[in-house]
């Protein structure tokens, strides 16, 4: 049974350029949160994707965006990024389902600007 | 407020000793207690999760209390291996919305052989 799965590795990118990231949810799993890590900081959360909407949003700007696809795989985009943007991008997935929806989370994107 | 406070922000412990982590909240609407343990270059697994209606939970060497009057829980490694080297970071969430969850900033271990 495959985790959830995230690409690109490693990105570098240069200030003011866009950047699209991809996540698989794990096989059964219906949901796709999306979380930055800043070196050395907890992750903190970005917005979450449910039958292909945004289902609600943390406190980032609206150069941060994404999409769900039927196939429940979802794409984090960044546009006219900033050096403030360097972080690990996670993807967790999760299935909405009885009481817990326990996330489980991708290995990451290692975003660098530069 | 959504904060979720972690200490200490780092620990060395000996092999078989115990490590303690404590976390501490303020919104009393969270419902849900997740601990995660990241190494290096890999996303955050989860360890073992809480909700507030339990005062303790162990599952194997891994032990949450959790204290709902004082808003604070904590994980106690057991018999800490140097396997163990990571860090750890609590959570909340509140599972009605979508369960989102609200991160501490992490805690280095380093256990010692």
């Known amino acids: 049974d495959a985790g959830v799965t995230q690409s690109p590795t490693h990105l570098i990118k240069t200030r003011g350029q866009q950047v699209t990231l991809r996540c698989s949810p794990k096989?059964?799993?219906?949901?796709v949160s999306w979380y930055q890590q800043a070196l050395g900081q907890g992750p903190q959360f970005i917005f979450q994707?449910?039958?292909?909407?945004?289902?609600q949003r943390g406190n980032f700007p609206d150069r941060f965006s994404g999409h769900q696809f039927p196939n429940y795989s979802s794409e984090l985009n960044v546009n006219a990024l900033l050096l403030g943007d360097s972080a690990l991008y996670l993807c967790?997935?999760?299935?909405?389902?009885?009481?817990?929806?326990?996330?489980?989370f991708g290995p990451g994107t290692r975003l660098t600007v530069l | 407020q959504q904060q979720v406070k972690q200490s200490p922000q780092s620990l060395i412990v000996q092999k078989g000793g115990i490590s303690i982590i404590n976390c501490a909240y303020e919104n009393t609407a969270f419902d849900y207690f997740p601990w995660y343990q990241q190494f290096p270059g890999k996303g955050p697994a989860l360890l073992i999760a809480i909700r507030p209606d339990v005062s303790e939970k162990k599952e194997g060497r891994f032990t949450i209390s959790f204290n709902k009057s004082a808003k604070q829980f904590s994980l106690h490694i057991m018999d800490s291996q140097p396997g163990d080297s990571a860090t750890y970071f609590c959570a909340a969430g509140i599972q009605a919305a979508g369960n989102k969850l609200t991160f501490g900033g992490g805690t280095r271990v380093l256990v010692k052989p």
């Open positions: 994707y449910y039958e292909e909407e945004e289902r």
């Open positions: 096989s059964g799993h219906d949901t």
């Open positions: 967790a997935s999760s299935l909405v389902t009885g009481f817990t929806d326990t996330q489980y």
